[in-house]
T-cell receptor, first 112, second 116 residues
Framework: QQQVKQSPQSLIVQKGGISIINCAYENTAFDYFPWYQQFPGKGPALLIAIRPDVSEKKEGRFTISFNKSAKQFSLHIMDSQPGDSATYFCAAQIINDYKLSFGAGTTVTVRA | DTEVTQTPKHLVMGMTNKKSLKCEQHMGHRAMYWYKQKAKKPPELMFVYSYEKLSINESVPSRFSPECPNSSLLNLHLHALQPEDSALYLC???????????????FGPGTRLTVL
């Protein structure tokens, strides 16, 4: 039973464009929502994370939008660059628990 | 040092072999994890050690045997694996519950395991 649903499975964007990845969850006990970036042959790296007490968090070209009432959150990659081509996983966690519930992942390809 | 290291990077083994994967971190983290990741899939949690004690075993077959010799090291002993066990094995660490609310998990680069 997948606790976090992620879409789309893959997307292609032109250099300079905006990439948008959406995630939805059911468990209202989740209170920590990280995004991981993974390049081929590498481990996932934490990109940005948000707690449900804020609706948006921005770090450089990466922004998380969070809608607590809809139980949805999304990652926006602004001014997408070829170096952003990777697989992105959203995740959700209860802050005092060890388990991360991952989304299925989105493969982003940025065309030059 | 904010790095989790894993050795070896690649491992090929037969179904009758015994091998071990190693993981090390020097961030003072007290929770360490083993994950298995198949191609184009998210990581799947296998084991969690908290303060060097096994805290979570996600019903992993006994042919995988974890060990935490000290707070910086984590091993995964492999024996009599099957070809379907071929995957990327990831180690991660986090501060641990007693270390405060941060549960950010730092992942290592993984060991690419092939079982013939």
């Amino acid at each position: 039973q997948q606790q976090v649903k992620q879409s789309p499975q893959s997307l292609i964007v032109q250099k300079g464009g905006i990439s948008i990845i959406n995630c939805a969850y059911e468990n209202t006990a989740f209170d920590y929502f990280p995004w991981y970036q993974q390049f081929p042959g590498k481990g996932p790296a934490l990109l940005i994370a948000i707690r449900p007490d804020v609706s948006e968090k921005k770090e450089g070209r990466f922004t998380i939008s969070f809608n607590k009432s809809a139980k949805q959150f999304s990652l926006h990659i602004m001014d997408s660059q070829p170096g952003d081509s990777a697989t992105y996983f959203c995740a959700a966690q209860i802050i005092n628990d060890y388990k991360l519930s991952f989304g299925a992942g989105t493969t982003v390809t940025v065309r030059a | 040092d904010t790095e989790v290291t894993q050795t070896p990077k690649h491992l090929v083994m037969g179904m009758t072999n015994k091998k071990s994967l190693k993981c090390e971190q020097h961030m003072g983290h007290r929770a360490m994890y083993w994950y298995k990741q198949k191609a184009k899939k998210p990581p799947e949690l296998m084991f969690v050690y908290s303060y060097e004690k096994l805290s979570i075993n996600e019903s992993v077959p006994s042919r995988f045997s974890p060990e935490c010799p000290n707070s910086s090291l984590l091993n995964l002993h492999l024996h009599a694996l099957q070809p379907e066990d071929s995957a990327l094995y990831l180690c991660a660490s986090s501060q641990g519950l007693a270390g405060g609310p941060s549960n950010e998990q730092f992942f290592g680069p993984g060991t690419r395991l092939t079982v013939l």
